[in-house]
């Protein structure tokens, strides 16, 4: 998550509504999906739509998110994330947004832990001015003192206001247990201390080790041709170096039954389950992905909400998840309660977990999980066309080939009870790190 959040124009909110209104007509059976090569061979996947005069496209370098922040620097990414769309080349910061404003142009920048994306979209009838103001932000952003200035500013406020915010020193403190001495433990936002030390040639030289072709990966969804996008593909991204500069970041499992506590003068306790999860690329990511489901996964029928919520009342929510990181996977769940409840939540949870290790889910929960994850996806990952060409992205950088939306529902049915309780028996059966945020305690 990233603390700049940069307040939209008017001129690219009515922007944003018509690309949802074409993404209204593009259900997910019409997704045809393209591998486009430009003549300098920068590849991209193109889904061509021409129902509105729009074009939308999502890139990400890999491995330059947060993780690639310098020791001691942290949030270099997420404060570039934010100086992007700042003034490039000739153009100053307010020149810039004013020409992105008067174009309808959105454009903006996000650092996960693992990758730096960005997010364009554009009407056709601009598409070249469009396009050179993506290809300045990319290659010539100024950096200047100002924006920097302000910019950084913003994000230390919203680091300042976070200190006492129960979920952000959850999230700190799991992090933190789970990932002792890694990358993944860092604040990807930074530290205000951190954030004072990064000068304006950290960015730069975080920008260039960085940006490259060999970790570029593009998805693009819209009113283009693939020889009109292979021009825009070299103009915007051909001068880039070949090969990025990236710090070796090793896998890392998360640390299993340990517990830790922070102090907060609050009425609720927030608590945070930590084990290791299934990476992406594991072969019974779908099985785990369906048990997580119905342990806590989104669902108002899931078993901890049911339990924790509808039949306690302990509190408004308890849920489960899967993350899977380029170098790890996290299985997790959590909650919030009145602090006196916590350790009977605690229990609750645990016990929840270890009956879905015991005895798995049931036949009829597992038949509602696939009808549920497979007709969900759609409205989740296709319902507009940066959804799409986010979604295209993602393909590529967990490497799951490009028939992968046609293939999404055979993987899914294919899934047996007996893979579900056998993943389950295996994630659910180690100690979980149980970490809580709360009165002292509780």
Do not use: C
């Not at 789970?178 to 433990?185: E, K, L």
């Not at 605690?346 to 977990?353: C, G, L």
Request: charged letters at 25%; glycine letters at 8%; zero cysteines.
């Amino acid at each position: 998550m990233t603390l700049f959040k940069r307040p939209l124009s008017t001129a690219t909110a009515l922007f944003l509504t018509a690309g949802i209104s074409l993404a209204a007509m593009a259900p997910a059976e019409a997704v045809d999906i393209k591998e486009v090569v430009s003549p300098g061979g920068i590849k991209a996947l193109l889904v061509e739509d021409y129902t509105n005069p729009l074009i939308a496209v999502n890139f990400a370098f890999e491995g330059a998110g947060s993780t690639a922040d310098a020791p001691g620097k942290e949030g270099t990414g997420n404060l570039m994330s934010g100086l992007l769309d700042e003034g490039a080349g000739d153009i100053t910061s307010q020149a810039f947004q004013e020409k992105l404003d008067t174009l309808g142009v959105s454009l903006s920048y996000s650092a996960s832990y693992d990758n730096f994306t960005g997010s364009f979209r554009t009407l056709v009838e601009n598409e070249a001015d469009a396009f050179e103001l993506l290809r300045l932000s990319v290659n010539q952003p100024r950096f200047d003192e100002e924006p920097v200035s302000r910019i950084r500013g913003q994000i230390e406020t919203g680091i300042i206001a976070n200190e006492n915010d129960p979920g952000e020193l959850v999230s700190k403190a799991w992090r933190e247990t789970a990932f002792p001495g890694h990358p993944y433990a860092r604040p990807s936002d930074g530290t205000v201390a951190s954030l004072d030390k990064v000068t304006r040639e950290d960015l730069e030289t975080y920008r260039k080790n960085g940006f490259a072709r060999d970790n570029l990966v593009i998805g693009v969804v819209g009113a283009i041709d693939a020889v009109e996008l292979g021009k825009q593909l070299d103009a915007v991204f051909g001068a880039l170096p070949a090969t990025a500069t990236l710090p070796d970041i090793p896998d890392v499992a998360p640390v299993a039954g340990k517990t830790a506590s922070v102090t907060l003068d609050v009425p609720q306790t927030t608590i945070q389950f930590v084990l290791p999860g299934v990476k992406r690329d594991d072969k019974d990511f779908f099985p785990a992905y369906l048990m997580n489901h119905i342990l806590g996964g989104g669902s108002f029928s899931s078993r901890l909400y049911q339990e924790v919520r509808e039949k306690r009342g302990l509190a408004y929510g308890a849920n489960s998840f899967l993350a899977s990181f380029d170098h790890s996977a996290v299985l997790g769940a959590s909650t919030a309660t009145r602090a006196d409840k916590a350790q009977e939540s605690i229990d609750i949870i645990r016990q929840e977990m270890k009956r879905m290790a015991d005895e798995g889910p049931t036949p009829e929960e597992l038949d509602r999980a696939k009808a549920y994850v497979k007709g969900s996806y759609a409205i989740q990952n296709l319902d507009s066309s940066l959804s799409i060409a986010s979604t295209l992205v993602g393909i590529q950088l967990d490497n799951l080939g490009i028939d992968y939306i046609d293939k999404r529902q055979d993987l899914i049915d294919a899934v047996t009870l007996e893979d579900v309780r056998r993943i389950a028996k295996a994630l659910l059966s180690v100690e979980p790190t149980v970490v809580t945020v709360g009165p002292a305690g509780a």
